[in-house]
């Protein structure tokens, strides 16, 4: 089992930045693969980006560029360094870990955090 806590959330103005972090519980944590996913109102669950336990990573299209993220494997912690933002960043990110391969689908993913909301404003 794993479990995961995101924060670093907060309401932003366009073009700001923000670093959302994902704790997560567990000795094997370096074993996971690990993904951000986010969800706007009225909208589906969509992929961000994601991190392997070896640390390659894989970004949607849609955020190449302003998105970075990382894992610190000694804290337990994914990090995702969002810049540049829009308000179309705007949504709920949610943390999500598997010990499979690393993917983009929800399904991939077997462990979730509750998410933290982010906020843009124009």
């Known amino acids: 089992q794993v479990q995961l806590v995101e924060s670093g959330g907060g309401l932003v103005q366009a073009g700001g930045s923000l670093r959302l972090s994902c704790a997560a519980s567990?000795?094997?944590?370096?074993?996971?693969?690990m993904g951000w996913f986010r969800q706007a109102p009225g909208k589906e669950r969509e992929f961000v980006a994601a991190?392997?336990?070896?640390?390659?990573?894989y970004y949607a299209d849609s955020v190449k560029g302003r998105f970075t993220i990382s894992r610190d494997n000694a804290k337990n912690t994914v990090y995702l360094q969002i810049n540049s933002l829009k308000p179309d960043d705007t949504a709920v990110y949610c943390c999500?870990?598997?010990?499979?391969?690393?993917?983009?689908?929800?399904?991939?993913?077997?462990?979730w955090g509750q998410g933290t909301q982010v906020t843009v404003s124009s």
């Open positions: 567990g000795r094997t944590f370096s074993s996971y693969a």
């Open positions: 991190i392997s336990w070896t640390g390659s990573t």
């Open positions: 999500a870990a598997t010990v499979r391969r690393l993917g983009v689908r929800p399904r991939d993913y077997d462990y």
